[in-house]
């Protein structure tokens, strides 16, 4: 029996508990960065290394390439198992994550290989539940008898939601966000999450920036009361603490800054060792606060070079955005 697990803490707590079975990571946060449509094999390993290398402090874009290499050869063992169970959340991260590697599973020559699926927004004793992470070994045992076989119609819907997730063209995931996914119960709500992330068309922020500047005029100037801040705004929390690292000194490093970091150097990344964050301030300049009221643009003062999935949106002419009123992607 292999489980596949998206995040290292539920995974290492699920190898503590009594339920048989390898555990693999999938390390490949696709939430992040270009995930290209035509890619594949080595291409697609190089193409997520070298933007995860931007993000790493330490480990070089050969180094990812390797681990996203090991993380498809684990991957294509699958049908080595008599069942390969998948363990999710609700949350943005995880569903792309899900949908991802379910049409990876797909195009395997699973044989007689079952899939089954463990998906959960909500556990008893939870007031808000923010992962799998947040359980301990009996807990997570205790979903394990609920586990349910992955059909066809799933990974159709899975497959179709990943064709969409890295088109070049945002239309289909625009569509597939309003359509019924309750096959996959939690898809929906966050591909509806998902296509706030791009550059909304009040100001040219994005949902998780414009979180990240109000936190910050509101006095949240220490990193990880900032985190906090953030994480409360999110019905689904889906980013780890370097995510927004990375975010912030994105903005702080633009053209036009929107944001000041007063700090020893970089803030930590996912790589760096542990680190107190008490030694870093974090303040709004005069233009974050001009693009936090409406008064100036995001996209006019700095342009963009980012991919959201298989979308490029590059420079400062007409791009795709979300109307936060309107509740939809314009080309504006």
């Avoid at 359980?135 to 979903?143: D, F, G, M, R, T």
């Avoid at 801040?229 to 889906?238: G, Q, T």
């Avoid at 107190?276 to 700095?302: F, H, K, Y």
Wanted: proline letters at 7%; charged letters at 25%.
């Amino acid at each position: 029996m292999l489980h596949i697990h998206c995040g290292d803490s539920s995974a290492g707590t699920l190898r503590q508990s009594d339920v048989p079975g390898e555990v693999i990571v999938w390390c490949d946060p696709v939430v992040q960065g270009p995930t290209p449509a035509g890619l594949s094999g080595e291409a697609w390993h190089r193409r997520r290394a070298e933007y995860l290398a931007t993000t790493a402090a330490r480990l070089t874009a050969a180094d990812l390439a390797r681990r996203l290499q090991a993380e498809d050869d684990a991957l294509a063992r699958a049908p080595e198992h008599d069942e390969v169970v998948l363990w999710f959340d609700a949350c943005l991260f995880d569903q792309s994550i899900l949908i991802c590697v379910l049409d990876r599973l797909s195009r395997l020559a699973l044989g007689e290989t079952r899939l089954s699926l463990i998906c959960i927004g909500d556990f008893p004793g939870f007031a808000r539940f923010r992962g799998l992470g947040e359980l301990h070994a009996e807990q997570l045992a205790s979903l394990f008898p609920t586990r349910r076989p992955v059909t066809p119609e799933q990974i159709a819907l899975a497959r179709r939601a990943w064709e969409a997730w890295v088109a070049p063209d945002p239309t289909d995931l625009a569509a597939l966000a309003r359509a019924e996914t309750a096959l996959l119960p939690y898809l929906g709500e966050a591909l509806a999450r998902r296509l706030e992330q791009f550059p909304s068309t009040t100001n040219g922020l994005d949902r998780l920036e414009q979180e990240a500047l109000e936190a910050i005029a509101e006095g949240h100037d220490r990193p990880f009361s900032l985190f906090r801040a953030v994480d409360e705004r999110e019905a689904r929390p889906f980013i780890g603490d370097t995510m927004l690292w990375c975010l912030l000194e994105e903005l702080a490093s633009a053209e036009t800054p929107l944001v000041t970091i007063d700090g020893p150097g970089p803030l930590p990344r996912f790589d760096d060792p542990p680190t107190s964050l008490e030694q870093w301030r974090l303040s709004l300049t005069p233009a974050g606060r001009a693009v936090l009221a409406g008064r100036e643009d995001r996209i006019r003062l700095n342009g963009i070079d980012r991919w959201v999935g298989g979308v490029h949106l590059a420079g400062r002419g007409p791009i795709w955005r979300w109307h936060p009123r309107e509740q939809k992607l314009v080309l504006a």
